[in-house]
T-cell receptor, first 113, second 110 residues
Framework: EPEVTQTPSHQVTQMGQEVILRCVPISNHLYFYWYRQILGQKVEFLVSFYNNEISEKSEIFDDQFSVERPDGSNFTLKIRSTKLEDSAMYFC???????????FGPGTRLTVT | KNEVEQSPQNLTAQEGEFITINCSYSVGISALHWLQQHPGGGIVSLFM???GKKKHGRLIATINIQEKHSSLHITASHPRDSAVYIC????????????FGEGTQLTVNP
């Protein structure tokens, strides 16, 4: 199973601050996803990224969010001005072009105070 | 109405019991995932299937496309199986996002 790491594992930030969450796939995968899970709720899709551009995004992924793969390895999710309701677990997932199976990172717990 | 419904929401079993968790979906899909979420929050992919049945160790997953239903079975359950089990589907059509169920909290007592 492909390995995915995420940093940081836990981030605490103040409302209005910018945060960057990072995802590092160990192997060379082409498709990247960000999901989030608010405490006590189900996992929700945010955005998918393929060939260095967004391929799909949800209504949650508004102008406050952006994604990029700045160095061809890390895949980042940026939240420009965090709100209390952004507090959640954020998961990165990856897959290859050969299969729809997605592999998840361990998650970053974001706490906005 | 949720596109993906799981039952039961919570399940408590004694060690050794046979466990069944169900997932129903209301739309056409091209693939269904069973995922396991540990107490720390991490998500592990157990199965991806689009037809028939798959088996891995004590875990068995089945899917009936016509009935829009999938089941995850755990044989000879063990306390280490305690986790949240999540059904997620890839909807038919373009795009590869997953749509998730609410999850089933399984507790296996020794």
């Amino acid at each position: 199973e492909p390995e995915v790491t995420q940093t940081p594992s836990h981030q605490v930030t103040q409302m209005g601050q910018e945060v960057i969450l990072r995802c590092v796939p160990i192997s060379n995968h082409l498709y990247f996803y960000w999901y989030r899970q608010i405490l006590g709720q189900k996992v929700e899709f945010l955005v998918s990224f393929y060939n260095n551009e967004i391929s799909e995004k949800s209504e949650i992924f508004d102008d406050q969010f952006s994604v990029e793969r700045p160095d061809g390895s890390n895949f980042t999710l940026k939240i420009r001005s965090t709100k209390l309701e952004d507090s959640a677990m954020y998961f990165c997932a990856i897959r290859t072009s050969e299969s729809y199976e997605q592999y998840f990172g361990p998650g970053t717990r974001l706490t906005v105070t | 109405k949720n596109e993906v419904e799981q039952s039961p929401q919570n399940l408590t079993a004694q060690e050794g019991e046979f466990i069944t968790i169900n997932c129903s979906y209301s739309v056409g899909i091209s693939a269904l995932h069973w995922l396991q979420q540990h107490p720390g929050g991490g998500i592990v992919s157990l199965f991806m299937l689009s037809s028939g049945k798959k088996k891995h160790g004590r875990l068995i997953a089945t899917i009936n496309i016509q009935e829009k239903h999938s089941s995850l079975h755990i044989t000879a359950s063990h306390p280490r199986d305690s986790a949240v089990y999540i059904c997620a589907v890839k909807l038919g059509g373009s795009g590869s996002r997953l749509t998730f169920g609410e999850g089933t909290q399984l507790t296996v007592n020794p």
